[in-house]
Protein backbone atom coordinates (compact mmCIF):
# COMPACT_ATOMS: atom_id res chain seq x y z
CA UNK A 1 0.00 0.00 0.00
CA UNK A 2 1.21 3.63 -1.32
CA UNK A 3 2.09 5.62 2.11
CA UNK A 4 3.84 9.27 2.34
CA UNK A 5 7.53 9.77 2.30
CA UNK A 6 7.14 10.03 5.86
CA UNK A 7 6.09 6.46 5.88
CA UNK A 8 2.87 7.22 8.74
CA UNK A 9 2.17 4.27 10.80
CA UNK A 10 -1.90 3.18 11.44
CA UNK A 11 -1.66 4.87 14.66
CA UNK A 12 -0.34 8.18 13.87
CA UNK A 13 -2.94 8.34 10.99
CA UNK A 14 -5.50 7.29 13.66
CA UNK A 15 -4.46 10.44 15.94
CA UNK A 16 -4.68 12.38 12.70
CA UNK A 17 -8.12 10.95 11.99
CA UNK A 18 -9.04 12.26 15.55
CA UNK A 19 -8.54 15.77 14.31
CA UNK A 20 -9.20 15.98 10.86
CA UNK A 21 -11.94 13.92 8.12
CA UNK A 22 -11.10 11.69 6.35
CA UNK A 23 -11.37 13.41 2.84
CA UNK A 24 -8.87 15.56 4.16
CA UNK A 25 -6.36 13.32 4.95
CA UNK A 26 -7.16 11.33 1.51
CA UNK A 27 -6.05 14.32 -0.38
CA UNK A 28 -3.00 14.74 1.89
CA UNK A 29 -2.16 10.98 1.11
CA UNK A 30 -3.45 10.44 -2.53
CA UNK A 31 -2.38 6.80 -2.81
CA UNK A 32 -4.30 5.97 0.47
CA UNK A 33 -8.28 5.75 0.12
CA UNK A 34 -10.90 6.72 2.69
CA UNK A 35 -11.64 3.55 3.88
CA UNK A 36 -8.21 2.29 4.53
CA UNK A 37 -7.71 5.70 6.56
CA UNK A 38 -10.93 4.40 8.57
CA UNK A 39 -9.27 0.98 8.93
CA UNK A 40 -6.31 2.45 10.28
CA UNK A 41 -8.48 4.18 13.20
CA UNK A 42 -10.44 1.68 13.74
CA UNK A 43 -7.25 -0.80 14.56
CA UNK A 44 -5.58 1.58 16.72
CA UNK A 45 -9.17 1.92 18.93
CA UNK A 46 -9.45 -1.99 19.27
CA UNK A 47 -5.96 -1.83 20.67
CA UNK A 48 -5.25 1.52 22.14
CA UNK A 49 -9.19 2.66 22.97
CA UNK A 50 -10.44 5.68 21.71
CA UNK A 51 -7.60 8.74 21.78
CA UNK A 52 -8.52 12.38 21.72
CA UNK A 53 -5.36 14.77 20.85
CA UNK A 54 -5.22 17.11 23.46
CA UNK A 55 -6.34 20.96 22.78
CA UNK A 56 -3.02 21.86 21.96
CA UNK A 57 -2.42 19.19 19.76
CA UNK A 58 -5.25 20.03 17.53
CA UNK A 59 -4.19 23.30 16.29
CA UNK A 60 -0.73 22.53 15.51
CA UNK A 61 -1.80 19.74 12.73
CA UNK A 62 -1.55 21.09 9.35
CA UNK A 63 -1.91 19.02 6.48
CA UNK A 64 0.13 19.20 2.99
CA UNK A 65 -1.47 20.72 0.12
CA UNK A 66 -3.04 18.14 -2.56
CA UNK A 67 -0.55 16.68 -4.48
CA UNK A 68 2.34 16.66 -1.69
CA UNK A 69 3.48 13.39 0.20
CA UNK A 70 5.04 14.63 3.03
CA UNK A 71 3.41 16.22 6.77
CA UNK A 72 4.81 18.65 8.60
CA UNK A 73 7.67 17.14 11.07
CA UNK A 74 5.60 18.97 14.09
CA UNK A 75 3.03 16.93 13.45
CA UNK A 76 5.16 13.49 13.60
CA UNK A 77 6.46 14.61 16.84
CA UNK A 78 3.06 15.57 18.15
CA UNK A 79 1.57 11.80 17.75
CA UNK A 80 4.90 10.39 18.96
CA UNK A 81 4.80 12.15 22.30
CA UNK A 82 0.94 11.20 22.31
CA UNK A 83 1.81 7.76 22.43
CA UNK A 84 4.74 7.44 24.45
CA UNK A 85 2.96 9.36 26.98
CA UNK A 86 0.27 6.54 27.04
CA UNK A 87 2.87 3.65 27.39
CA UNK A 88 4.79 5.44 30.00
CA UNK A 89 1.84 5.94 32.23
CA UNK A 90 0.80 2.19 32.27
CA UNK A 91 4.39 0.93 32.90
CA UNK A 92 5.24 3.81 35.78
CA UNK A 93 1.79 2.67 37.21
CA UNK A 94 2.00 -0.87 36.84
CA UNK A 95 5.83 -0.88 38.37
CA UNK A 96 5.36 1.28 41.18
CA UNK A 97 1.97 -0.95 42.57
CA UNK A 98 4.69 -3.93 42.33
CA UNK A 99 7.54 -2.59 43.69
CA UNK A 100 5.21 -1.62 47.02
CA UNK A 101 3.75 -4.47 47.38
CA UNK A 102 6.69 -7.08 46.93
CA UNK A 103 8.43 -4.37 49.48
CA UNK A 104 5.78 -4.76 52.09
CA UNK A 105 5.49 -8.48 51.53
CA UNK A 106 9.34 -8.64 52.37
CA UNK A 107 8.37 -8.03 56.17
CA UNK A 108 5.96 -10.85 56.64
CA UNK A 109 6.97 -13.77 58.45
CA UNK A 110 4.72 -16.59 58.60
CA UNK A 111 4.93 -19.96 60.50
CA UNK A 112 3.28 -22.80 58.32
CA UNK A 113 2.17 -25.81 60.56
CA UNK A 114 3.89 -29.10 60.63
CA UNK A 115 1.90 -32.14 59.05
CA UNK A 116 0.16 -34.68 61.26
CA UNK A 117 -1.52 -38.23 59.66
CA UNK A 118 -2.78 -40.04 62.86
CA UNK A 119 -3.67 -43.52 61.68
CA UNK A 120 -2.30 -43.25 58.15
CA UNK A 121 -2.07 -46.49 56.03
CA UNK A 122 1.42 -47.60 55.20
CA UNK A 123 1.01 -49.71 52.51
CA UNK A 124 -0.76 -49.22 49.30
CA UNK A 125 -0.24 -47.36 46.25
CA UNK A 126 0.14 -43.64 46.87
CA UNK A 127 -2.08 -41.45 45.31
CA UNK A 128 -1.54 -37.47 45.16
CA UNK A 129 -4.52 -35.36 45.91
CA UNK A 130 -5.53 -32.74 43.48
CA UNK A 131 -8.09 -29.73 43.41
CA UNK A 132 -9.13 -26.83 41.49
CA UNK A 133 -9.84 -23.83 43.04
CA UNK A 134 -10.91 -20.97 40.72
CA UNK A 135 -13.68 -18.14 40.76
CA UNK A 136 -13.82 -16.87 44.03
CA UNK A 137 -14.40 -13.39 43.07
CA UNK A 138 -12.95 -12.10 45.99
CA UNK A 139 -14.23 -8.56 46.78
CA UNK A 140 -17.75 -9.29 45.10
CA UNK A 141 -20.93 -8.57 47.04
CA UNK A 142 -24.09 -9.83 46.20
CA UNK A 143 -26.58 -10.61 48.64
CA UNK A 144 -25.47 -13.90 49.94
CA UNK A 145 -21.51 -13.52 49.26
CA UNK A 146 -18.87 -10.99 50.38
CA UNK A 147 -14.86 -11.00 50.99
CA UNK A 148 -15.76 -12.29 54.55
CA UNK A 149 -18.00 -15.32 53.37
CA UNK A 150 -15.05 -15.87 50.82
CA UNK A 151 -12.65 -16.27 53.73
CA UNK A 152 -15.19 -18.98 55.65
CA UNK A 153 -15.85 -20.78 52.53
CA UNK A 154 -11.78 -21.25 51.48
CA UNK A 155 -11.40 -22.28 55.39
CA UNK A 156 -14.19 -24.75 54.88
CA UNK A 157 -13.09 -25.97 51.41
CA UNK A 158 -9.24 -26.68 53.37
CA UNK A 159 -10.52 -28.46 56.51
CA UNK A 160 -13.19 -30.14 54.01
CA UNK A 161 -10.04 -31.54 51.85
CA UNK A 162 -7.99 -32.65 54.58
CA UNK A 163 -10.76 -34.91 56.30
CA UNK A 164 -11.41 -36.45 52.22
CA UNK A 165 -7.78 -37.02 52.35
CA UNK A 166 -7.85 -38.57 55.69
CA UNK A 167 -10.35 -41.11 54.75
CA UNK A 168 -8.80 -42.08 51.95
CA UNK A 169 -5.58 -41.90 53.87
CA UNK A 170 -6.84 -44.66 55.73
CA UNK A 171 -6.58 -47.70 52.72
CA UNK A 172 -3.71 -45.83 51.00
CA UNK A 173 -0.88 -43.11 51.33
CA UNK A 174 -1.75 -39.83 50.19
CA UNK A 175 1.12 -37.35 51.14
CA UNK A 176 1.00 -34.55 48.31
CA UNK A 177 -1.43 -32.48 46.90
CA UNK A 178 -1.14 -30.25 44.13
CA UNK A 179 -4.00 -27.38 43.81
CA UNK A 180 -4.57 -25.54 40.90
CA UNK A 181 -5.40 -22.10 40.59
CA UNK A 182 -7.69 -21.49 37.72
CA UNK A 183 -7.96 -17.56 37.93
CA UNK A 184 -10.65 -14.99 38.33
CA UNK A 185 -9.67 -15.51 42.20
CA UNK A 186 -10.08 -11.75 42.60
CA UNK A 187 -12.97 -9.58 41.14
CA UNK A 188 -11.41 -6.97 39.83
CA UNK A 189 -11.96 -3.73 39.63
CA UNK A 190 -13.45 -1.56 36.53
CA UNK A 191 -13.84 -4.57 34.23
CA UNK A 192 -17.54 -3.52 33.36
CA UNK A 193 -19.02 -0.38 33.82
CA UNK A 194 -21.47 -0.73 36.87
CA UNK A 195 -18.88 -2.97 38.74
CA UNK A 196 -18.24 -0.67 41.18
CA UNK A 197 -21.73 -0.69 42.88
CA UNK A 198 -21.15 -4.98 43.40
CA UNK A 199 -17.74 -5.04 45.38
CA UNK A 200 -17.10 -4.50 48.57
CA UNK A 201 -13.36 -3.73 48.67
CA UNK A 202 -11.05 -2.03 45.71
CA UNK A 203 -8.66 -3.59 43.66
CA UNK A 204 -5.36 -2.63 46.66
CA UNK A 205 -7.23 -5.01 48.92
CA UNK A 206 -8.08 -8.11 46.99
CA UNK A 207 -4.76 -8.48 45.99
CA UNK A 208 -2.39 -6.70 48.70
CA UNK A 209 -4.62 -7.24 51.76
CA UNK A 210 -7.24 -10.22 51.77
CA UNK A 211 -6.20 -11.90 48.85
CA UNK A 212 -3.09 -13.09 50.52
CA UNK A 213 -4.32 -13.70 53.89
CA UNK A 214 -7.02 -16.19 52.41
CA UNK A 215 -4.70 -18.31 49.97
CA UNK A 216 -2.09 -18.45 52.75
CA UNK A 217 -4.72 -19.43 55.21
CA UNK A 218 -6.17 -22.12 52.78
CA UNK A 219 -2.19 -23.59 52.11
CA UNK A 220 -1.21 -23.49 56.00
CA UNK A 221 -4.56 -25.29 56.46
CA UNK A 222 -3.46 -27.94 53.54
CA UNK A 223 0.20 -28.02 55.58
CA UNK A 224 -1.63 -29.39 58.87
CA UNK A 225 -2.32 -32.96 56.93
CA UNK A 226 0.45 -33.13 53.68
CA UNK A 227 3.82 -33.21 53.49
CA UNK A 228 4.31 -31.37 50.04
CA UNK A 229 1.82 -28.70 48.46
CA UNK A 230 2.23 -27.94 44.66
CA UNK A 231 0.52 -24.72 43.26
CA UNK A 232 0.22 -24.30 39.50
CA UNK A 233 -1.30 -20.63 38.64
CA UNK A 234 -3.05 -19.38 35.58
CA UNK A 235 -4.96 -15.60 35.04
CA UNK A 236 -8.15 -15.50 34.84
CA UNK A 237 -9.84 -12.55 32.90
CA UNK A 238 -10.81 -10.44 36.19
CA UNK A 239 -7.50 -10.30 36.79
CA UNK A 240 -6.91 -7.57 33.71
CA UNK A 241 -5.36 -3.99 34.69
CA UNK A 242 -7.52 -1.18 32.84
CA UNK A 243 -5.83 2.16 32.06
CA UNK A 244 -8.01 3.73 29.70
CA UNK A 245 -7.06 4.36 26.48
CA UNK A 246 -3.17 2.63 26.70
CA UNK A 247 -3.74 -0.94 25.91
CA UNK A 248 -2.37 -3.36 29.07
CA UNK A 249 0.90 -5.01 28.86
CA UNK A 250 -0.18 -9.33 27.89
CA UNK A 251 1.55 -10.45 31.13
CA UNK A 252 0.12 -8.02 33.70
CA UNK A 253 -2.49 -9.51 35.16
CA UNK A 254 -3.73 -8.69 39.17
CA UNK A 255 -4.27 -12.67 39.78
CA UNK A 256 -0.68 -13.20 38.86
CA UNK A 257 0.79 -10.55 41.02
CA UNK A 258 -1.41 -12.27 43.48
CA UNK A 259 0.36 -15.51 43.40
CA UNK A 260 3.50 -13.91 43.20
CA UNK A 261 2.67 -12.05 46.66
CA UNK A 262 1.93 -15.61 48.51
CA UNK A 263 4.91 -16.93 46.87
CA UNK A 264 6.59 -14.48 48.42
CA UNK A 265 5.30 -14.99 52.19
CA UNK A 266 6.13 -18.80 51.70
CA UNK A 267 9.88 -18.20 50.09
CA UNK A 268 11.83 -19.58 53.15
CA UNK A 269 8.92 -22.90 53.11
CA UNK A 270 10.46 -25.70 51.05
CA UNK A 271 7.16 -27.45 51.18
CA UNK A 272 5.07 -25.56 49.10
CA UNK A 273 6.35 -25.41 45.14
CA UNK A 274 4.77 -22.81 42.72
CA UNK A 275 4.70 -22.84 38.95
CA UNK A 276 3.34 -19.27 37.46
CA UNK A 277 3.58 -18.85 33.93
CA UNK A 278 4.54 -16.10 32.87
CA UNK A 279 6.60 -13.89 30.63
CA UNK A 280 7.05 -10.63 29.05
CA UNK A 281 4.68 -9.35 26.33
CA UNK A 282 2.75 -12.45 26.23
CA UNK A 283 -0.51 -13.51 28.69
CA UNK A 284 0.82 -16.96 29.71
CA UNK A 285 -2.52 -18.29 29.62
CA UNK A 286 -2.21 -21.91 30.52
CA UNK A 287 -0.48 -24.46 32.08
CA UNK A 288 0.22 -28.22 32.17
CA UNK A 289 0.27 -29.82 35.33
CA UNK A 290 1.97 -33.34 35.64
CA UNK A 291 0.80 -35.78 38.51
CA UNK A 292 3.07 -38.92 37.93
CA UNK A 293 2.45 -39.99 33.99
CA UNK A 294 -1.16 -37.71 33.84
CA UNK A 295 -0.98 -34.15 32.48
CA UNK A 296 -3.75 -31.80 33.34
CA UNK A 297 -4.18 -28.74 31.14
CA UNK A 298 -5.50 -25.50 32.89
CA UNK A 299 -6.65 -22.70 31.20
CA UNK A 300 -9.17 -20.30 33.05
CA UNK A 301 -11.97 -20.75 30.28
CA UNK A 302 -12.23 -17.36 29.00
CA UNK A 303 -11.00 -18.83 25.63
CA UNK A 304 -14.27 -20.96 25.54
CA UNK A 305 -16.78 -19.27 23.83
CA UNK A 306 -20.96 -20.59 22.23
CA UNK A 307 -22.69 -22.33 24.29
CA UNK A 308 -26.38 -23.18 25.68
CA UNK A 309 -27.89 -22.96 28.45
CA UNK A 310 -24.99 -20.90 30.38
CA UNK A 311 -22.45 -23.55 29.39
CA UNK A 312 -20.37 -23.74 26.17
CA UNK A 313 -20.83 -27.31 25.66
CA UNK A 314 -19.69 -26.83 21.73
CA UNK A 315 -17.13 -25.01 22.56
CA UNK A 316 -15.39 -26.49 24.96
CA UNK A 317 -15.43 -29.51 23.09
CA UNK A 318 -14.25 -27.73 19.82
CA UNK A 319 -11.09 -26.19 22.27
CA UNK A 320 -10.24 -29.14 23.73
CA UNK A 321 -9.48 -31.50 20.37
CA UNK A 322 -7.82 -28.26 19.45
CA UNK A 323 -5.41 -27.65 22.20
CA UNK A 324 -4.43 -31.64 21.43
CA UNK A 325 -2.14 -30.85 18.74
CA UNK A 326 -1.55 -27.01 18.93
CA UNK A 327 -0.25 -27.25 22.59
CA UNK A 328 3.30 -29.47 22.54
CA UNK A 329 2.70 -30.57 26.07
CA UNK A 330 0.97 -33.97 26.32
CA UNK A 331 -2.26 -33.91 28.43
CA UNK A 332 -5.11 -36.26 29.32
CA UNK A 333 -7.68 -33.86 31.37
CA UNK A 334 -8.81 -29.71 30.26
CA UNK A 335 -9.40 -28.48 33.52
CA UNK A 336 -10.91 -24.88 33.36
CA UNK A 337 -13.28 -22.48 35.87
CA UNK A 338 -15.18 -19.42 34.36
CA UNK A 339 -18.38 -20.61 33.93
CA UNK A 340 -19.08 -21.19 37.76
CA UNK A 341 -21.22 -24.38 36.60
CA UNK A 342 -19.96 -27.69 38.21
CA UNK A 343 -19.59 -29.87 35.13
CA UNK A 344 -17.69 -33.27 33.61
CA UNK A 345 -17.13 -34.01 29.85
CA UNK A 346 -15.67 -37.24 28.55
CA UNK A 347 -14.09 -36.78 25.35
CA UNK A 348 -13.60 -39.83 23.15
CA UNK A 349 -9.96 -40.40 25.61
CA UNK A 350 -9.58 -37.41 27.45
CA UNK A 351 -11.99 -35.72 30.08
CA UNK A 352 -13.14 -32.00 30.32
CA UNK A 353 -13.90 -30.56 33.96
CA UNK A 354 -15.26 -27.08 34.29
CA UNK A 355 -15.09 -25.35 38.43
CA UNK A 356 -17.79 -24.06 40.29
CA UNK A 357 -17.69 -21.19 42.41
CA UNK A 358 -17.13 -19.99 46.25
CA UNK A 359 -20.12 -17.52 45.35
CA UNK A 360 -23.73 -18.39 46.03
CA UNK A 361 -25.37 -15.78 43.96
CA UNK A 362 -24.93 -13.91 40.72
CA UNK A 363 -27.53 -11.06 39.48
CA UNK A 364 -26.16 -11.20 36.14
CA UNK A 365 -26.47 -15.16 35.44
CA UNK A 366 -29.64 -15.35 37.19
CA UNK A 367 -31.03 -12.60 34.59
CA UNK A 368 -29.37 -13.01 31.55
CA UNK A 369 -29.32 -16.95 31.82
CA UNK A 370 -31.78 -17.63 34.47
CA UNK A 371 -28.69 -19.91 36.04
CA UNK A 372 -27.90 -20.43 39.58
CA UNK A 373 -25.73 -22.85 41.53
CA UNK A 374 -24.51 -23.65 44.91
CA UNK A 375 -20.81 -22.68 45.77
CA UNK A 376 -18.53 -25.71 44.66
CA UNK A 377 -15.29 -26.42 44.60
CA UNK A 378 -13.47 -29.72 42.94
CA UNK A 379 -11.14 -32.52 44.67
CA UNK A 380 -9.87 -35.43 43.26
CA UNK A 381 -7.05 -38.43 43.84
CA UNK A 382 -4.36 -39.74 41.34
CA UNK A 383 -3.08 -43.15 40.71
CA UNK A 384 0.45 -43.69 38.59
CA UNK A 385 -1.60 -45.81 36.74
CA UNK A 386 -5.00 -45.59 36.75
CA UNK A 387 -5.38 -41.36 37.02
CA UNK A 388 -8.17 -40.15 38.65
CA UNK A 389 -9.69 -43.02 41.03
CA UNK A 390 -11.79 -40.85 42.48
CA UNK A 391 -12.99 -37.24 42.58
CA UNK A 392 -15.55 -35.50 44.98
CA UNK A 393 -17.53 -32.18 44.57
CA UNK A 394 -16.80 -30.25 47.60
CA UNK A 395 -20.14 -27.74 48.76
CA UNK A 396 -19.18 -24.91 50.62
CA UNK A 397 -22.59 -23.25 51.00
CA UNK A 398 -24.46 -22.93 54.73
CA UNK A 399 -27.53 -24.52 55.40
CA UNK A 400 -29.97 -21.42 53.62
CA UNK A 401 -27.61 -21.21 50.54
CA UNK A 402 -27.55 -24.66 49.83
CA UNK A 403 -30.99 -26.27 50.56
CA UNK A 404 -33.54 -23.68 51.59
CA UNK A 405 -32.95 -21.51 48.81
CA UNK A 406 -33.94 -24.42 46.25
CA UNK A 407 -37.57 -25.08 44.79
CA UNK A 408 -37.36 -28.62 45.70
CA UNK A 409 -36.71 -27.91 49.54
CA UNK A 410 -39.73 -25.68 49.07
CA UNK A 411 -42.60 -28.20 48.04
CA UNK A 412 -41.09 -30.16 50.17
CA UNK A 413 -41.75 -28.76 52.99
CA UNK A 414 -45.02 -27.29 51.86
CA UNK A 415 -46.02 -30.91 51.27
CA UNK A 416 -44.75 -31.79 55.09
CA UNK A 417 -46.99 -29.45 56.57
Known amino acids: MARSATNWTDDKIAVLLACHGGSELAAAFPGISISTLRSAKYKFRATHGHLVPTQAAAPDIELAAPGERSVPLRVHQSTLRQLDALRDKRV ?14 QEVVITPPLARRPGAAKSGTEEIAVAMVSDLQLGKRTVSYDSDVCERRMIKLAESSVKIARI ?11 VQLLGDIIEGEGIFPHQAHEIDSGLYRQVGVNGPRILSEYIMALLTYFDTVHITA ?55 DRIFNYGFLLAHGDQIRGGFAGFPWYGAAKKAWGWIDSIEEPWDALHFGHYHTPTYMTLNRRVARCNGSTESHNAYAQEQLAA ?39 RAERWAR
Open 234 to 288: VIGNHGALKLGPAAPDPETNMDRLLYRIVQLMFRDEPRVTWDIPDGAGERNWYAV
Open 372 to 410: VGFPTQWLGFVHPDHGVTSEYWVHLGDEETNTSRTPNRQ
Open 168 to 178: QGRDHPVKKIH
Open 92 to 105: EYVRALQEAVFEAV
